[in-house]
C-alpha cells in the first residue's frame, strides 16, 4: 500500500505551477476541439441535426452519473494516478477523429456518424472518471488561502491560451471549406492535450490514503450528502442554471450563423471576445473572492448572466453592427462571467464541500451536474428542432426558433439566483457591502495604491504608499492600513495612523487605534489619541474617556481635544472640573477648546478667565474660538479672523458697517454709534476703535441676551478698555457675539 503524508502548503506552493501549464495547454486541446465553437460548425458540417448536435453534446455531461459508481474505486486507486491515466485516454480517443475523412471516402455518412458518437461517448466516459478525480485532488493541492487568486492566475493562463488557439482556428477555418480544415485544427488540439498529460504528471498529492478504510466510501456515505440542505441549495441552483444557460450557450454558433448571418470564420471570434473579456478582470476577481469571499463576486456574476440572453435577443441581424455587436456582448459577459466561476467554485471547495468528506461530495455533485447537463443538452436540441418556422415579433424582439432558449435562460437563471442566495456563505461580507467598497472613495486609485505598497521596497517608500492608502478614502484599503499598523518599521505605523485618520468610518479601524492607545507605545499612543477624533467614530468615546487618566499629559490633551471633536457632552462637567483646578497651560488650552467644541455654555465663565490669563497669542486665538463655538457658528469667526490679517482696519469696519443694518431699528443712538466705530476702525485707529466698541456693547441690550452672550459681550467690552485694542481677540470675539445675536 502507499503511503502518503499531507502536503504542506510550502510544497503546495512549490509544484502549482505544473497545474497552471496544465490548464493552459489543455485550453488549447479543449478551444479547437469538443469545448471549441469550431466543434458545433464541424458536427453540422457533418450533417447531424439540432437533436443529433444536442444528443452529442449531452454524452460529456451525462456520463458524469459514472462519479457515484467510479468514486470509491477512483480513492482507492490514487486520484492523481486515476486523473492521468483518463486524462491520457482522453486524449488518445480525440485523435480517433483524425481518421473521418479517410472514413469519408471509404463509408457513407451513417456510420461515419456512428463512429464520431462513439469517440465522443469514449471521450466522455473517460473525462467522468478523470474529472472524478480531479476535483477532490485539486482541494488536496491547492491552499484554500490563494484558492481565489489561484484560480485567477489559472484563468489567466488558459485564456491567454485560449484566445491564441481561437485566433488559429479561425484563420485556418477562413481558408476553405470542407472537412480537411476541422482536421488540421484536432490535430494541434491532440498535440498540446498531450502535452497536457505530461505536465499532470508533475502535481504533487492525489496518493490513496494511508488509511484503506479511508478510502472505503460506501453508497450509504453518498446517500448521506443528499441530507446536506446547504449542498442541496448549491446543487439546485446550479442544475437550474445549467439547464437555463447551457441550451442558448451551445447553439450559440448556429444562431450566430443561421439567424444572424456571421461566416464561420467570424463565430469563432465570438469566444475571443469572451476569453478577452474575462482576461481584464480575472486576477482582481480572484483577489477579491480570497479577501472577501465568494459569494458578493459569485452573485454579482449570476445578477448579469441573468441579462445575457435578452442581449442576444437584441443582436442585430445581418448589418454592419452585428459583429462589432457580439463581440461587444461577449467581452460583457466574459469579463463578469468570470466573476461566477471563481466565485461559485471556490464557495463549492471552501464553504459547500467539507474536505474531510470530498470524495464523496464531488461524486454525487459530478454526477449530478451530469445527469442535468446532459438532460438539459438534449432537451435544447429537442427543443431547437420542435421550434423550427417559429417567426414573428414579441414587443422589441424577434421571435425565430432560438428565441424559447433565451427566454429559458432568461427566466431560470432568475430563479437559479434565488436559490444561492440560500447558499451559507464563506465570509460575513454581503454584495451589497460588497458593492459599497466601490462606491465610497476612489477604487481605481486604490487598487493601484494596494499594488505599489506591496511593491514597495524600502521605508521611505512604504511610508508614501501608505499616505496614498489613506487618501483614496476607500474601504478597498482597510486591510493594508491594519497591516501597516502592524510594521516593524516605525515610521510605517506612524503613517498608517494618520492615514486612518482620513479615511471613512470603519470598525476595524477605530478598534485597531484603540488598541494603540491603550498600548504601551507612548508616541504612537499620542497621534492615536488625535486620530480617533479625526476618524469621529463613537465608538472610541469610551477609550478617550479612559485616556484622560493617561500617566502623560501629551495623552490627555488629545484625549480631551478629540472627546470635544466627537461632541461627548457627557464629559463635560469632568472636563470644566478638571479645568478649574488645572495649572498646565497646555491642558488648560485643550480643556478649554473640548469644551467649546461641545457648546458647553455653563463653561463660559471659565473659559473666560482662561483666557484673560493666557499670554501665547496661538492660545489665546483657540481660546477665543471656544468661546465663539458656545454662542454660535464658527464660520463668521474664521472668516472675520482671515480678513483681518488681510486689512485689519477694513476688516472690522466693514463687519461693524453689516452689524450695524441687523440692529437698525434699536435707535438711531446706537446707529450712529456704530458708524463711528466704523469709520475709526477704517483709518486704523486701533486704540480709538476699540474703545467706541466698547461704548457700543454698552448701548446693547446685553441683558436681554442669553446669559453666556452677556458674559462675554461684558468680558469683551471691559478688555477692550483695559487693553487699548491690543488683545485682538477681544475685537473678533465681541463682533461675533453681536452678529450671533442680532435680531
Known sequence: MLMTTTLTTAEKLQRLHWNTALNAANSVFGQLTFFGPAWVLFLSELQFSNTQIGFLLSLLPFTGLVALVAAPAVSRFGYKRTFVTFFGIRKLLTAGLLLVPWLLTQTNISVVLVYVTVIVAGFALARAISETAMYPWQQEFIPNSIRGRYAAVNDIAARLTGILSVAVASFILGLSDGIDRFMLLFA???????????????????????????????????????????????????????????????????????????????????????????????????????????????????????????????????????????????????????????????????KVVPAEKRSEYMAVYYASMGLIGGLAQVF???????????????????????????????????????????????????????????????????????????????????????????????????????????????????????????????????????????????????????????????????ALRAGLNAPYRSIQAHCVRSLGTLRDVESAPLILSRLQSETDKGLRVAYSSALGNMRYTPATQTLLEVLAQTENEGARRELALALARITGDEHYFIRLLRNVRQDKGTALARALTAIGKLYRRRGEELAGAIRACADVFARDNFVEGSRLLAQVIALMPVDSYPAHMSLILRECAAQLEAQNGEREEYLLLALHVLDAAAP
Open 380 to 542: 435544447g436540441g429537442q427543443l431547437l428542432d420542435f421550434t423550427q418556422g417559429l417567426s414573428g415579433q414579441f414587443l422589441i424582439f424577434e421571435v425565430d426558433p432560438f428565441f424559447p432558449l433565451f427566454v429559458l435562460g432568461f427566466v431560470l437563471t432568475a430563479i437559479s439566483a434565488f436559490l444561492f442566495h440560500r447558499v451559507q456563505a464563506d465570509s460575513p461580507m454581503s454584495m451589497g457591502e460588497f458593492a459599497g467598497l466601490f462606491v465610497h472613495g476612489n477604487p481605481v486609485l486604490a487598487l493601484e495604491s494596494l499594488f505599489r505598497y506591496y511593491r514597495a521596497r524600502d521605508e521611505r517608500e512604504t511610508v508614501v504608499m501608505t499616505e496614498r492608502l489613506g487618501m483614496t478614502k476607500s474601504l478597498l484599503t482597510v486591510d493594508e492600513l491594519l497591516e501597516a499598523l502592524k510594521d516593524p518599521r516605525f515610521n510605517v505605523r506612524f503613517e498608517a495612523i494618520i492615514s486612518i485618520a482620513r479615511m471613512e468610518r470603519d470598525p476595524r479601524l477605530t478598534d485597531a487605534v484603540v488598541q494603540i492607545l491603550d498600548g504601551t507605545e507612548i508616541s504612537l499612543a499620542v497621534i492615536a489619541a488625535w486620530a480617533l477624533g479625526r476618524i469621529g467614530d463613537e465608538r472610541a468615546v469610551e
Open 188 to 350: 494541434i488540439g491532440v498535440a498540446f492535450g498531450v502535452i497536457a498529460v505530461w505536465f499532470a504528471t508533475h502535481i504533487p498529492g492525489g496518493a490513496p490514503p494511508e488509511d484503506a478504510t479511508a478510502s472505503k466510501t460506501s453508497y450509504h456515505d453518498l446517500r448521506r450528502v443528499l441530507h446536506d440542505r446547504n449542498f442541496l441549495f448549491y446543487v439546485g441552483g446550479l442544475g437550474l442554471l445549467t439547464i437555463g444557460v447551457t441550451p442558448f450557450s451551445s447553439f450559440l454558433p448556429l444562431f450566430l450563423q443561421e439567424q444572424v448571418g456571421l461566416p464561420d470564420s467570424r463565430i469563432v471570434l465570438l469566444q475571443i471576445g469572451t476569453l478577452v473579456g474575462g482576461l481584464f478582470s480575472t486576477y482582481l476577481v480572484g483577489w477579491a473572492t480570497d479577501r472577501y469571499g465568494s459569494k458578493p463576486l459569485m452573485m454579482l456574476g449570476l445578477y448579469v448572466k441573468i441579462l445575457v440572453p435578452v442581449a442576444w435577443l437584441l443582436t442585430p441581424r445581418s448589418s454592419d453592427l452585428s459583429l462589432p455587436f457580439v463581440l461587444l456582448v461577449a467581452l460583457i459577459a466574459g469579463s463578469t462571467d468570470i466573476a461566477w466561476a471563481i466565485g461559485s467554485a471556490r464557495l463549492l471547495f471552501v
